[in-house]
């Protein structure tokens, strides 16, 4: 096997062993942390949204759908797009597994 | 002025070790058993660190396996809110102990290995340790944490890079951190016979790249570049007083694993103080904060927000001056010293074979004037 593939619509996202949620009440109402071994990404917005939804039930079709519905004024190819691109990337930092 | 809390506690929780390794970064004065905080001290040190909202905790030492109440200390830095990662050999670990300490919430477990070969490994160690490590690395495997390996590479091993990799590979970690040894407590006494070659750090580099590529999305590889062959130094512990707080297993606080070397600083001890009044009034961890110590070429330097000039301890270890440049640094008035070290390190290739021994006494004697092991405190 070599290098990295994006998610497929059937891939469910998780939290890579060992990553997980800080403390709720470590951040503000818009911020969310995320903990793994050598650090911390701290989450908002529409990253956050994504994180939250990678629970290893849904699937990444459900996430884009979900997403997709929530941010309706946006083009929806585009949203698949950078979310498929953020996963691949937090794959690769062995923060999410898919 | 407020300053910013740190991010996290680097908890230095014993300097007892059944390991020797010739590249420890202990100080050659190690704290005696019987000054080591307490149970109930470390606790209270990792409530506060909880309400200082720092993060992470990292257990090192020495072996923090050589405390008998490491599942109540991690247990304890769990409860304050803190992910915990340990930093063991693994030596005092079996099934029962790590089913113990991921019962009390143990996030990340960080195992070193010494080499890939059995006779090389147990001779860097200077103890039989290596196929503990390999059962150890099994073991871990069966249970729901991240697993990082952690393999310290110099002159002796550096050469069969890319076999060491793939021998950690089949250990299944989620994440490798190939780092070279930083010339600190033992290692610098030893550094004649750990610094590598050009040509074998070139080798090395292409060697890691290739596996980046390789594992990617699989294994994550962090590699650390040996700083002597570094154009610009590292941003030891991500500036002085900025990030972390170390604590050493006698209460002591203090920037980094070797601030005690620099002369005329006092460090501060949990026993008597807050951890929020040590990080915010601590002469000593004000003493390199920021930039205000900083000399020239460091002060108009476009690199100093980066490198916040880089590694005091080495500067003072280096140069006598501990607010030098980094020596490390190709800018630095005292660079000639470390170009002096690489003249030495690449005027022979010669590297030195695995010596077995029945003891560690045996073994101190055969390494003549190779290296010194690190030895145990009182």
Not at chain 1, 17 to 28: F, H, I, L, P, Y
Not at chain 1, 29 to 56: H, S, W, Y
Not at chain 2, 136 to 157: C, E
Not at chain 2, 327 to 332: R, V
Request: charged share 20%.
């Amino acid at each position: 096997m070599n290098g990295m593939t994006p998610p497929e619509d059937s891939s469910q996202p998780r939290l890579a062993t060992g990553c997980r949620w800080g403390a709720e009440n470590k951040a503000s109402n818009e911020e969310r942390m995320i903990l793994f071994p050598e650090g911390a990404i701290k989450l908002q917005g529409t990253g956050r949204q994504v994180l939250e939804r990678c629970d290893g039930q849904r699937t990444f079709g459900q996430i884009i759908t979900e997403l997709q519905a929530q941010f309706s004024d946006a083009d929806p190819a585009k949203i698949r797009a950078d979310i498929s691109q953020f996963l691949e990337q937090l794959r690769r930092k062995r923060i999410v597994d898919y | 002025m407020i300053i910013p809390n740190p991010l996290a506690l680097i908890a230095e929780i014993t300097h007892r070790c059944p390991l020797h390794c010739v590249y420890c970064s202990n100080p050659l004065e190690m704290a005696a058993v019987s000054s080591e905080l307490s149970t109930e001290e470390w606790i209270d040190v990792f409530q506060q660190c909880g309400k200082l909202g720092m993060l992470h905790a990292h257990f090192t030492g020495g072996e923090p396996l050589a405390r008998p109440d490491l599942t109540e200390l991690i247990a304890g830095a769990c409860a304050a809110g803190l992910y915990t990662n340990l930093i063991t050999s693994g030596i005092g670990l079996a099934e029962a102990r790590l089913q113990a300490l991921v019962d009390a919430g143990l996030d990340h477990i960080q195992l070193s290995f010494q080499d890939s070969r059995e006779e090389a490994a147990n001779w860097i160690a200077g103890a039989k340790a290596h196929a503990h490590k390999i059962e150890l690395s099994r073991i871990i495997r069966g249970h729901k944490l991240a697993f990082t390996v952690n393999l310290v590479i110099h002159r002796q091993n550096i050469d069969h890079l890319a076999e060491m990799i793939a021998f950690i590979e089949q250990l299944s970690p989620e994440r490798m951190e190939i780092a070279h040894t930083q010339y600190y407590g033992w290692a610098l006494k030893n550094r004649a016979a750990l610094l590598p070659t050009r040509a074998q750090l070139d080798t090395a580099v292409e060697a890691v790249a290739a596996a980046e590529k390789r594992l990617a999305g699989r294994i994550r590889v962090d590699f650390v570049v040996p700083d002597y062959y570094a154009r610009f130094p590292k941003a030891c512990m991500g500036g002085w007083g900025r990030r972390l707080m170390l604590i050493n297993p006698t209460g002591k606080v203090l920037p980094c694993h070797a601030a005690e070397v620099i002369p005329g600083l006092s460090f501060e001890n949990v026993r008597d103080w807050s951890l929020e009044f040590i990080w915010q009034q601590s002469s000593s961890f004000q003493r390199f904060r920021g930039e205000e110590w900083m000399p020239e070429p460091c002060r108009s330097c476009d690199q100093r927000a980066q490198d916040f000039g880089g590694c005091r301890c080495q500067a003072l270890l280096l140069t006598g001056n501990p607010e030098a440049t980094d020596p490390a640094c190709s800018l630095a008035p005292a660079h000639h010293i470390v170009e002096a070290a690489l003249a030495e390190a690449n005027s022979s290739t010669e590297i030195s074979q695995p010596v077995a021994a029945t003891s560690f006494v045996q073994l101190q004697k055969r390494a003549g004037e190779l290296w010194s092991y690190r030895t145990n405190p009182e």
